[in-house]
């Protein structure tokens, strides 16, 4: 009997230890979301902004948890701006732009206002095609990887000669070495957007699980980060909005951090809203969207 009851008593303190896990791991879930369509640099909105001086983590706006920093964003115009200067050059003398979007809005004013200013483009698959309809002249990156794409196009651009070509530091000199001695070009401008990932496993259609997984992205987000930390040499654009001001930029020959970090943040927002989709989405496929959660994604 004693061995029963001890037996019992071991089960109920592991429920109990399960419970409070998951409430754990839930409520530390809840206080990293982002939600999946969060606007980035967008204008103002009162019951947000007028917050904007509170030290809460979140600030909840209709039906969703926004990120203080994202309110204090919202405040900001939407779109990013620079002062006109001067022609400005590129610290490697070879200027490469490489882009790769989901969403090809206004790609054709990017490439051919790039291609105007002496950059060369390298891009992949559909946007490739895209800008070489618009005129405008690409190298593939099957031609600086010298590896074509596979896995059903899983991986792209997972190699040295993108990401080493984006990372390194132009004034450590062995960066710079270790790029020759590779021969790796530097990237000065990344241009990238991610799978619609959020509006695929929402549309009313539905989507089989197999499906949504092949909708994660993982090249787009890892070019988007690597740019994003090395932004002190690496233009990083994931909003069409930004075209103008980018050209703008390249235009001048005087840098501005400001407008560096502005773009770095907003990359990295970008990516942790992409995230926050995709973590969401995997939550419901895994719990089935459980009660305690009902009421925030209602």
């Avoid at 405040?75 to 790769?100: D, F, H, M, R, Y």
């Avoid at 989507?207 to 690496?234: L, S, W, Y």
Wanted: charged fraction near 20%; glycine fraction near 8%; aromatic fraction near 8%.
């Amino acid at each position: 009997m004693l061995g029963i009851c001890g037996a019992a008593t071991a089960k109920s303190a592991t429920a109990t230890t399960t419970i409070a896990a998951t409430t754990s791991a839930a409520a530390e879930y809840l206080r990293y979301r982002i939600p999946p369509a969060l606007p980035l640099l967008q204008r103002s909105t009162p019951s947000c902004a007028s917050r904007s001086q509170s030290n809460s983590i979140l600030c909840v706006q209709g039906h969703g948890n926004y990120l203080r920093s994202s309110c204090r964003a919202m405040a900001e115009s939407q779109t990013l701006s620079v002062s006109k200067n001067e022609p400005q050059s590129s610290a490697s003398g070879n200027k490469l732009a490489l882009i790769s979007l989901s969403d090809k809005k206004d790609l054709a004013f990017l490439g051919t206002g790039l291609q105007d200013l002496g950059y060369t483009i390298v891009s992949t698959g559909g946007t490739a095609s895209a800008l070489e309809s618009a005129g405008v002249s690409v190298t593939k990156v099957e031609q600086l990887t010298r590896f074509p794409e596979m896995l059903d196009g899983r991986v792209k651009t997972l190699h040295p000669s993108i990401h080493g070509g984006i990372l390194a530091k132009r004034d450590q000199n062995h960066h710079m070495e270790a790029l020759e001695r590779y021969r790796i070009g530097t990237f000065d401008i990344v241009v990238v957007n991610l799978y619609p990932f959020y509006d695929k496993v929402t549309s009313s259609r539905g989507i089989e699980f197999e499906d949504g997984i092949e909708n994660i992205d993982i090249g787009g987000p890892t070019m988007i980060r690597a740019a994003a930390k090395n932004h002190k040499d690496v233009l990083v654009i994931v909003d069409s909005q930004d075209y103008p001001a980018l050209l703008e930029f390249l235009k001048g020959n005087q840098d501005d951090n400001q407008f560096r970090k502005k773009l770095a943040w907003k990359a990295f927002q970008h990516v942790a809203s992409y995230d926050s989709a995709v973590s969401e989405w995997l939550w419901k496929q895994t719990f089935g969207g459980i009660l305690l959660f009902s009421c925030l994604w209602s």
